[in-house]
């Protein structure tokens, strides 16, 4: 899924990139992570019990987890059937389609650097204060596409994101905008300049300290030193964090940023530790599932970066 460029559709980029909450212990976040690292398989079918268990290895109580099923079945994401007295779920067509364009544009992220064209994309936008909700969802969806803020109404991209940036203003109906593409012409100011938009000494902190709290778990899973509820959790950890990277530094073109960027350092880790502790962590997946329909155990599996590319 990641050296072709996919761009995710309006309603995937809602549901992807406000998925519930920056928090990785948020129930809704933690199941459609879970559920998009296991059972992304078509008509892959698990039983509700083996989820409300999956998510008590994060600290998850039962109530929470039987709310988020009931809440992303509302949203569309989650269909369910019953078997005399157990109850049964599987993905949506759509929640797999949401997922897999999600999982794409997080995964490739770092992977085949962009030449740039030295075009700036911008948005200006005005949505009253009445409208909070709007304006909420149109930060998210513009993040999601690798816009910033260089002031409160104004967001920039160094990547051509007009058409997108268009859509997400026209399904909002955000009529107080206006999209424009060029070039950053000198100014002779100190400050204002579009890729002040991002604090880049603030990502490469976040980079550096996702490299050191990786570093060890690389280093045990290498000595076989992880069980497989570690590798649970330590798996979907990496993955968590790691899908805010694009929202930090949307691939930001080399011509802009501080010699020695840490970006591809930090994404070969993250490879290395999301498939390294692929295995492990499906079998501990296995296992819960098995406790409640063995034949459902097979329907577990665990993607790779590679296998996603």
């Known amino acids: 899924m990641a050296s072709a460029r996919v761009v995710p559709d309006?309603?995937?980029?809602?549901?992807?990139?406000?998925?519930?909450?920056?928090?990785?212990?948020?129930p809704q976040h933690l199941l459609l992570?879970?559920?998009?690292?296991?059972?992304?398989?078509?008509?892959?079918?698990?039983?509700?019990?083996?989820?409300?268990?999956?998510?008590?290895?994060?600290g998850i109580t039962q109530t929470g987890?039987?709310?988020?099923?009931?809440?992303?079945?509302?949203?569309?994401?989650?269909?369910?059937?019953?078997?005399?007295?157990?109850?049964?779920?599987?993905?949506t067509e759509h929640a797999r389609h949401v997922l897999t364009t999600g999982l794409e544009r997080i995964v490739s992220?770092?992977?085949?650097?962009?030449?740039?064209?030295?075009?700036?994309t911008c948005v200006a936008f005005s949505v009253p204060e009445q409208q909070r909700t709007r304006r909420h969802q149109l930060r998210v969806r513009l993040r999601w596409l690798?816009?910033?803020?260089?002031?409160?109404?104004?967001?920039?991209?160094?990547?051509?994101?007009?058409?997108?940036?268009?859509?997400v203003l026209e399904e909002l109906s955000v009529g107080?905008?206006?999209?424009?593409?060029?070039?950053?012409?000198?100014?002779?100011?100190?400050?204002?300049?579009?890729?002040?938009?991002?604090?880049?000494?603030?990502?490469r902190e976040q980079y550096l300290a996702f490299i050191e709290r990786m570093r060890p778990i690389r280093s045990r899973l290498a000595a076989g030193d992880v069980s497989g509820s570690e590798a649970l959790q330590a798996r979907t950890r990496v993955m968590d964090e790691w899908r805010w990277m694009p929202n930090a530094d949307p691939e930001l073109p080399d011509e802009l940023l501080p010699r020695e960027w840490p970006r591809a350092d930090a994404r070969a880790l993250f490879r290395s530790v999301y498939d390294g502790l692929g295995e492990p962590a499906a079998a501990r997946v296995r296992e819960i599932v098995s406790c409640h329909a063995p034949e459902f155990a097979e329907h577990v599996s665990?993607?790779?970066?590679?296998?996603i590319q």
Request: hydrophobic share 40%.
């Open 10 to 26: 309006s309603t995937a980029q809602a549901v992807v990139a406000d998925s519930g909450s920056a928090d990785s212990q948020h």
């Open 33 to 58: 992570t879970l559920l998009g690292d296991y059972w992304m398989s078509d008509g892959a079918i698990v039983p509700s019990g083996a989820l409300v268990d999956l998510l008590s290895e994060f």
């Open 65 to 91: 987890a039987r709310a988020a099923l009931s809440r992303l079945s509302k949203r569309g994401l989650l269909s369910s059937n019953k078997e005399g007295r157990r109850t049964f779920y599987r993905l």
């Open 109 to 120: 992220f770092g992977a085949d650097p962009q030449p740039w064209d030295g075009q700036w």
């Open 146 to 167: 690798g816009f910033a803020p260089l002031y409160d109404g104004v967001w920039v991209s160094p990547r051509s994101r007009a058409g997108e940036a268009t859509s």
């Open 176 to 203: 107080a905008a206006t999209v424009l593409v060029g070039p950053e012409l000198a100014s002779g100011t100190e400050y204002g300049r579009p890729i002040d938009a991002w604090d880049l000494s603030g990502v």
């Open 302 to 307: 665990a993607h790779t970066v590679s296998g």
